[in-house]
Structures are given as C-alpha cells and as structure tokens.
C-alpha cells in the first residue's frame, strides 16, 4: 500500500473507530472480543483498494460484523460451559454516552442481556436494523442472506426483543433514584427499605465466572434476593457501595476491603428495581479503569 493510500485508510478507520467498537460490542458483550474484532476489522481494511469503496462507513460496519458474527458463534459454545450466568462485560462510558439517551439504552446492561437471547445471526440483524439503522440490503449483504429472509429474522427478533425490554421507558435521574434509595438501605442494614425498593418479582442474576463467589442460577422475589444481598455484600469485610455510571446509565461499584470487586446495574419500572445484575469476575472488570467513547454514527 503507498503512503497516500496508507494515509486515507488509516483516517477512515479511525474516524469510524468508536462506531465499529460499538458494533462489536453490542454484537458480543465483551469489550475484549470487541478490540479484537478492531484489530482484524483493520488488517482487513487495510488491504482493500480505498477507490473501489463507495460508502466506508458501511464497508467497515459490514467487515466488523462479519468477523463479529463468526466470533459470536464460537464464542456460544464456550459460554454453555461457563460457570453460573453470563453477562455482559460492563464498560465504563464516557458522559456523552450517559447524555445520548438513544446510545445509553442501546448499551445498556438491560438490553444487552435481552440480546444475549438472540442467535447469532438474529442478534446481527437486530443491531444493524433496529439500533444502526442500516438498510435491509445492506444486512444481506453483511449476514449472506436474501432482504426477504433479513426482513423476517428482523421481524422477528424485534417481537422477540420488543417482548422482554420495559414497556415503559425510565430516565435516568429515575433509575438513580432507585439505586441511590438500594445503596442507602443496603449500607444501613435496613431490610425493609430494601424490600420496599425492590419489585416483587425482582430478579437477580449474578455473575462470577466460577472466581468469585455468585449466585448459579437466578435468584427470583423481593424476599429472596433480600436475603441473598444481606448474606452476601452485607457481610462481606468493609463493604462499600458508590455510585457510578456504567453503559451510559447509574449503577453502583462494590468494593471490599478497599479493593474495587464487582458492579452492580439494575432495571427499573415505576420506581422500584425489577432486575439486578451483578459482575463480579474480575476478568470482566478490566475494561472500568478508563471511559470507553462509543457511537451510533
């Protein structure tokens, strides 16, 4: 490649840079099989002719799919000998994310978990269609389908979706709310406060990957996850809960003895907490120590 192609190659990759992380991301639900799939995307890019390529920024979203789609199917397979629930890798945004309502709920831990029960190839769809709003055409091309059959994987996996995200949609100085009054009641030990925060199906799902002590299945009703927080953080040695932001959205950093262990975001509906997720595996951790830019354009 000469220097002026080298040069333009590298300036459209980079401009395009956060939406492809995104991509990736929402596409896996971790931030480290994200970079990989940037790292490929671009030895990909780099090698492709630049006066042959119309739209760059649909070309590079179509590589990073790809690989992302590929990645995503093997990665499945691992996940069925994962100890105990898998969530997301939780991403320590930047505040523009957490003021770009669209981009927040597109990331948020909520949605991503819903997206975790999508195929591989409907999960494709569905990020391209309903959050990236690429054209059917476009998708066919990515996922090596007709429009016609990407027209009704999108169907359905937005009834899919549409079915198992909040009907009501919450602002964030809402869902703080509710996470400030959670913190308060957990730090004071106060078991009713905690009851009175938490809806009465509210569902805990935690995840430790087999490293770090979690729930293996999900914990289900106010009682029960009740308890499960006064056995588990209140007791854990100089426990301590601030509140941060995590997916452009409020959630809460555990930490015990004074060393960071784990995040903790929720789903919120009518003021209390309909859902729980917590991270605790610390390899899912390491992407918290600096903000992540990420973009829907």
């Known amino acids: 490649m000469n220097s002026h192609r080298s040069d333009t190659a590298t300036s459209l990759f980079v ?3 956060n939406l492809l992380f995104t991509v990736a991301y929402e596409m896996l639900g971790s931030a480290a099989d994200a970079e990989d799939v940037l790292q490929e995307t671009w030895l990909r890019w780099s090698a492709v002719d630049q006066a042959e390529v119309r739209e760059p920024r649909a070309y ?7 690989l992302a789609l590929n990645r995503l199917r093997s990665a499945q397979r691992r996940r069925e000998a ?3 629930p898998w969530l997301p890798e939780p991403l320590l945004t930047s505040p523009d994310v957490a003021d770009d309502a669209e981009l927040a709920e597109s990331v948020s831990m909520a949605l991503m978990v819903v ?3 999508l195929g591989p190839t409907e999960r494709a769809v569905f990020v391209m269609r309903e959050i990236f709003g690429f054209e059917f055409d476009e998708i066919a091309a990515t996922v090596e389908k007709s429009p016609a059959t990407v027209r009704q994987i999108a169907h359905r996996a937005r009834q899919h979706v549409e079915a198992r995200r909040p009907r009501v949609s919450v602002t964030a100085d809402e869902a703080r709310a509710a996470l400030d009054a959670f ?3 957990v730090e004071t030990g106060d078991v009713q406060a905690i009851l009175d925060v938490l809806a009465p199906d509210v569902v805990l799902i935690s995840d430790g990957g087999g490293l770090k002590q979690a729930a293996l299945r999900p914990v289900i009703g106010a009682d029960k996850v009740t308890r499960f927080i006064a056995g588990g953080i209140r007791k854990a040695p100089d ?3 601030e509140p941060a932001v995590v997916n452009g959205n409020p959630a ?3 930490h015990v003895s004074g060393e960071f262990d784990g995040v903790l975001t929720a789903r919120v509906q009518d003021g209390r907490i309909t859902e729980l997720y917590i991270v605790r595996n610390p390899q899912k951790l390491s992407w918290l120590g600096e903000e992540l830019p990420l973009s829907l354009r």
């Open 183 to 185: 913190r308060v009641a």
């Open 60 to 66: 590079l979203v179509r590589i990073a799919t790809r």
């Open 15 to 17: 401009a395009h840079r």
């Open 115 to 117: 997206l975790e029960t």
């Open 239 to 241: 426990f301590a809960i």
């Open 82 to 84: 994962y100890v105990g």
């Open 252 to 254: 809460l950093a555990l």
